[in-house]
């Protein structure tokens, strides 16, 4: 078995199955509403890009539509499958969340650390299943981590723990991925490998959404971008129609020129202050 994603569950083609619905989503901590009715749709087939100033309530998004941060009221469905519908372990099966920072209270080596992304997927009476050795030894290869994997996870490097994570989330052979800030430890060779690597996951059918502070890195990879600000969405669609001047100069308080890269030909974005 390689992490190439399954099939979607509804045996329904990847393009449609897969896509994300978010409607009202809410979510409050410490008495503040951190996010205000959030509604828009991930596409499947193509990676997404979660833009917006800091605090715009990026992180707390990713979190709640994951389960593992607040959220208030709304709803997240995957296709026709209502994510909180399921069980914490069936959404486990089909959602990974890569995080900023990589929490372990153990010494745990890194080929440990990525094996347990198979955890939703054992049983309690058979922990371990024959494949998932393969899972995890993939993972390491595709997330270029497969030289750290015998190293201590406090060891390492920001930009290698980024690797880790990505690998453990990839082991976790999700359908929907979410990934916060995955680049922002990472040189610009690695930016642009996770970047194709997103690319190629999404290809295969993996509904992906990644917050990214480079609005570059998202106009040059991503194929639709959803923009947050003040925990609210201030538009969604595919990158080129959206970013524009204006919705960054408002957004960003930054002037900014959209031009058209001479090789590749999508969105170069050029900022200078107001
Ligand atoms: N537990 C909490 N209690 C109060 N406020 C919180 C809490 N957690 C987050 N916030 C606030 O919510 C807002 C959104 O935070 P979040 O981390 O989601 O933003 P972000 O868009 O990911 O920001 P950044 O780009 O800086 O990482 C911020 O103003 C933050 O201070």
């Avoid at 993972?139 to 497969?146: E, I, K, P, S, Y």
């Avoid at 925990?231 to 524009?244: C, E, K, Q, Y």
Wanted: neutral net charge; hydrophobic residues 45%; proline residues 5%.
């Amino acid at each position: 078995m390689s992490t190439t994603p399954r099939a979607p569950r509804d045996g329904t083609a990847a393009g449609t199955a897969g896509a994300v619905q978010v409607a009202r989503v809410g979510a409050t901590a410490g008495g503040h509403t951190l996010l205000h009715d959030v509604s828009f749709t991930v596409p499947t087939g193509a990676v997404s890009a979660l833009v917006g100033p800091n605090g715009a309530g990026k992180s707390t998004l990713l979190r709640a539509l994951s389960g593992a941060g607040p959220r208030a009221g709304g709803s997240v469905h995957l296709g026709s499958q209502d994510l909180f519908a399921l069980s914490r372990r069936e959404r486990a099966r089909r959602v990974a969340l890569v995080e900023q920072e990589v929490r372990s209270e153990f010494a745990l080596t890194v080929r440990q650390a990525v094996a347990l992304g198979r955890t939703p997927h054992q049983s309690r009476w058979s922990l371990t299943a024959a494949d998932d050795d393969t899972v995890v030894e993939d993972a390491l290869v595709r997330a270029g981590a497969a030289e750290l994997a015998g190293r201590e996870l406090g060891t390492l490097s920001g930009g290698e723990q980024q690797r880790v994570q990505l690998a453990r989330a990839l082991a976790q052979q999700p359908e929907l991925l979410l990934l916060d800030e995955p680049t922002n430890h990472l040189d610009v060779r690695a930016q642009l490998r996770t970047l194709g690597l997103l690319r190629e996951l999404a290809a295969d059918g993996v509904t992906v959404l990644a917050a990214l502070h480079d609005l570059n890195l998202a106009a040059s990879y991503c194929d639709h971008v959803v923009v947050l600000a003040d925990g609210r969405v201030r538009a969604s669609g595919p990158v080129a129609p959206t970013l524009t001047p204006a919705l960054i100069a408002e957004t960003y308080g930054v002037q900014a020129d959209v031009l058209t890269h001479p090789r590749t030909g999508r969105p170069l974005i050029a900022f200078s202050p107001r």
